[in-house]
T-cell receptor, first 110, second 113 residues
Framework: QKEVEQNSGPLSVPEGAIASLNCTYSDRVSQSFFWYRQYSGKSPELIMSIYSNGDKEDGRFTAQLNKASQYVSLLIRDSQPSDSATYLCAVYNAGNMLTFGGGTRLMVKP | ETGVTQTPRHLVMGMTNKKSLKCEQHLGHNAMYWYKQSAKKPLELMFVYSLEERVENNSVPSRFSPECPNSSHLFLHLHTLQPEDSALYLC????????????FGPGTRLTVL
């Protein structure tokens, strides 16, 4: 079982819709969770961090964490074509090393 | 200059060459990392340095040799690479190694012929 799993996509949503990106992780003791956005040919850019159960909102982005289900998600409201990118979920494991999922490619169609 | 910088941005080398990748962070962080990103594979952690001491070596072949002379600079020395080592090499930094947010440099696109 992979430590951090994401659906590779592509996830295609129309402009203005809500994009929902999901991630599951295997290490029950993980405490820190991150979402990175990576445009093609560029490096990952941190967009959200979440440390406790529940929702955390930042502009059009909402991160949701459920430690009991070992599940973290990212919602993007009012999706724009500029949001089209690969979204990487990252989790600190028990060894305090950041482990990345394979990423979900999001396509927002005008 | 701010953030994390990497040079060169692109590198083409033969299998017998020796080259070095350089990373510099201007964030006052104490931890630095090398990652490898190959096509269609997740980011792979290669090396971790905390206050210039290596704290993690993730089973990386010896043809990759890291060096961290101070908390702001990190090098990756390359020697006798293989074509399968072609990838995007990313440097990152964080305030400490303990569950902190990591910030990435722009990466070096390496092609081994």
């Amino acid at each position: 079982q992979k430590e951090v799993e994401q659906n590779s996509g592509p996830l295609s949503v129309p402009e203005g819709a809500i994009a929902s990106l999901n991630c599951t992780y295997s290490d029950r003791v993980s405490q820190s969770f991150f979402w990175y956005r990576q445009y093609s040919g560029k490096s990952p850019e941190l967009i959200m961090s979440i440390y406790s159960n529940g929702d955390k909102e930042d502009g059009r982005f909402t991160a949701q964490l459920n430690k009991a289900s070992q599940y973290v998600s990212l919602l993007i409201r009012d999706s724009q074509p500029s949001d089209s990118a690969t979204y990487l979920c990252a989790v600190y494991n028990a060894g305090n090393m950041l482990t990345f999922g394979g990423g979900t490619r999001l396509m927002v169609k005008p | 200059e701010t953030g994390v910088t990497q040079t060169p941005r692109h590198l083409v080398m033969g299998m017998t060459n020796k080259k070095s990748l350089k990373c510099e962070q201007h964030l006052g962080h104490n931890a630095m990392y090398w990652y490898k990103q190959s096509a269609k594979k997740p980011l792979e952690l290669m090396f971790v340095y905390s206050l210039e001491e290596r704290v993690e070596n993730n089973s990386v072949p010896s043809r990759f040799s890291p060096e961290c002379p101070n908390s702001s600079h990190l090098f990756l020395h390359l020697h006798t690479l293989q074509p399968e080592d072609s990838a995007l090499y990313l440097c990152a930094s964080s305030y400490t190694v303990l569950s902190n947010e990591q910030f990435f440099g722009p990466g070096t696109r390496l092609t081994v012929l």
